[in-house]
């Protein structure tokens, strides 16, 4: 069983298009993240939610939207593409409480804007 | 200067080297420290963990913090090829119920049988 899981694993679209990659956890854990993986392997945070509620918004284009419809699923939709867009984007979920705040990402959805 | 600096490489080595991986970070407000673990088109998983400053030993693995010196290592002992990945260090502020990670750009380490 996949823990945390992302879909699709590959996008490959047009400049200007609009797409979606949703992402799911089994982990019954209650905060959720996208991070963003540049080609220069450089992972940064973009999105967190707790419990449904928007908790890190770091500085994003709003081109970007996230939604939590429950608290095992956060999906990410990205309006206009461009080709700085193209990285790969991983969902991550973690436990809650304290502790070694570890992450637990998916395998990752490879985006290609051409 | 970004918050964390992390040497890129690539780190090639032989099989059975010592490997040593190093970041420097300058927010001294951090104060979780850890290492992941990245194979080739996979999730980063979580190796280390250290709370503040001291050291941490997991089988193969030592992780060192130096808060005096803003700087962290990541040690492999007796290295495999199969410890062959990108290694990204990540720290966070204490508190707080997420876990907003700050994370250095990844080494890439070869290990050569």
């Known amino acids: 069983d996949t823990a945390v899981s992302q879909t699709p694993k590959y996008l490959v679209t047009q400049m200007g298009n609009d797409k979606s990659i949703k992402c799911e956890q089994n982990?019954?854990?209650?905060?959720m993240y996208w991070y963003k993986q540049d080609s220069k392997k450089f992972l940064k945070i973009m999105f967190s939610?707790?419990?449904?509620?928007?908790?890190i918004n770091e500085t994003v284009p709003n081109r970007f939207s996230p939604k939590s419809p429950d608290k095992a699923h956060l999906n990410l939709h990205i309006n206009s593409l461009e080709l700085g867009d193209s990285a790969v984007y991983f969902c991550?979920?973690?436990?809650?409480?304290?502790?070694?705040?570890?992450?637990?990402f998916g395998e990752g959805s490879r985006l290609t804007v051409l | 200067q970004k918050e964390v600096e992390q040497d890129p490489g690539p780190l090639s080595v032989p099989e059975g080297a010592i490997v040593s991986l190093n970041c420097t970070y300058s927010?001294?407000?951090?104060?979780?420290f850890m290492w992941y673990r990245q194979y080739s088109r996979k999730g980063p998983e979580l190796l280390m963990y250290?709370?503040?400053?001291g050291n941490k030993e997991d089988g193969r693995f030592t992780a060192q913090v130096d808060k005096s010196s803003k700087y962290i290592s990541l040690f492999i002992r007796d290295s495999q090829p199969s410890d062959s990945a990108t290694y990204l260090c990540?720290?966070?502020?204490?508190?707080?119920?997420?876990?907003?990670?700050?994370f250095g750009k990844g080494t890439l380490l070869t290990v050569n049988p």
């Open positions: 982990l019954g854990h209650d905060t």
């Open positions: 250290t709370y503040s400053s």
């Open positions: 927010n001294s407000a951090f104060q979780y």
């Open positions: 939610y707790n419990n449904k509620e928007l908790i």
């Open positions: 991550a979920s973690s436990p809650p409480g304290g502790g070694s705040g570890e992450l637990f």
């Open positions: 990540a720290m966070r502020y204490s508190g707080g119920s997420n876990y907003k990670l700050t």
